[in-house]
C-alpha cells in the first residue's frame, strides 16, 4: 500500500475565497476521517464517510464546509468564503476493520493540508 | 469529553524511560497512541481495546485500566527518535461513535 495522500500540502488563499482539499486513502481502506489541528492542539473531528455515506459531522464543521466521498474512493473538503480561523493543518485518516490484522479500527494519517488564510 | 494527558512535556536523556498518561471521565471502547514530530502527520503507535488486548511498537508498550477509564504509554529506553508530541485518541463505550477525541498531546524531547 502506498499511505493515505493529501493534496495540496500547502494552501495560502485570500479571505472570502473557496478552496478544496483532497484525500486519497489507503485503496483497502473503508471508512475515511477528516481532522483539523491548531497549533499545540490535538487533532479535532470534522466528519467521517464508511464508503461514500457520511455518517457523522462535527458540531465545528460550519454550513460553510462540505465534504464528499464519491464512489466510496477518494474526499474532497471544500472550505466556501474561507476565514482568518480557518488557517490549520487539515488531516485525513483511513481504516478499516481486518487490516493488516488490525482487530479494531487503527487510523492512518496522510500528511495533511496547511491552510493559510491571509 | 477530551482527555486529560499528563505530562504536558518531558524532557529525557537517552536510554532514560517515560510515561505518559490518558484519562477520561467516561466510559471508553478504545485508546489509540500516535506520536507526532513537527510538520508531520501522527503516526500510529497502538491501540489498547476494552477487554485488554494490547499491541506493541518497539520498546514502546501501553497498559488500559477499565475501572480508572486511564491508559499509560511506558517508552523504555528511549532513544533520539522517540522526540516528537504523543497524543492519545479515545473512543467512548456507549456511543456508535467511529471518529477518536483526542488530547492535547504531551511534548517529549529525548536529549543526547
Known amino acids: 500500500d502506498t499511505g493515505v495522500s493529501q493534496d495540496p500540502r500547502h494552501k495560502i488563499t485570500k479571505r472570502g475565497q473557496n478552496v478544496t482539499f483532497r484525500c486519497d486513502p489507503i485503496?483497502?481502506?473503508?471508512?475515511l476521517y477528516w481532522y483539523r489541528q491548531t497549533l499545540g492542539q490535538g487533532p479535532e473531528f470534522l466528519t467521517y464517510?464508511?464508503?461514500?455515506?457520511?455518517?457523522?459531522k462535527s458540531r465545528l464543521l460550519s454550513d460553510r464546509f462540505s465534504a464528499e466521498r464519491p464512489k466510496g474512493s477518494f474526499s474532497t473538503l471544500e472550505i466556501q468564503r474561507t476565514e482568518q480561523g480557518d488557517s490549520a493543518m487539515y488531516l485525513c485518516?483511513?481504516?478499516?476493520?481486518?487490516?493488516?490484522?488490525?482487530?479494531?479500527?487503527?487510523?492512518?494519517f496522510g500528511p495533511g493540508t496547511r491552510l493559510t488564510v491571509t | 469529553q477530551q482527555p486529560v494527558q499528563s505530562p504536558q512535556a518531558v524532557i529525557l536523556r537517552e536510554g532514560e524511560d517515560a510515561v505518559i498518561n490518558c484519562s477520561s471521565s467516561?466510559?471508553?471502547?478504545?485508546v489509540h497512541w500516535y506520536r507526532q514530530k513537527h510538520g508531520e502527520a501522527p503516526v500510529f503507535l497502538m491501540i489498547?481495546?476494552?477487554?485488554?488486548e494490547q499491541k506493541g511498537h518497539e520498546k514502546i508498550s501501553a497498559s488500559f485500566n477499565e475501572k480508572k477509564q486511564q491508559s499509560s504509554l511506558y517508552l523504555t529506553a528511549s532513544q533520539l527518535s522517540y522526540s516528537g508530541t504523543y497524543f492519545c485518541?479515545?473512543?467512548?463505550?456507549?456511543?456508535?461513535?467511529?471518529?477518536?477525541?483526542f488530547g492535547s498531546g504531551t511534548r517529549l524531547q529525548v536529549q543526547p
Open positions: 485518516a483511513s481504516s478499516a476493520l481486518g487490516f493488516r490484522g488490525a482487530s479494531s479500527y487503527e487510523q492512518y
Open positions: 485503496s483497502e481502506h473503508n471508512r
Open positions: 464517510f464508511q464508503n461514500e455515506a457520511q455518517l457523522e
Open positions: 467516561k466510559a471508553l471502547y478504545s
Open positions: 489498547l481495546l476494552k477487554g485488554g
Open positions: 485518541g479515545t473512543l467512548l463505550g456507549d456511543t456508535g461513535r467511529r471518529a477518536l477525541t
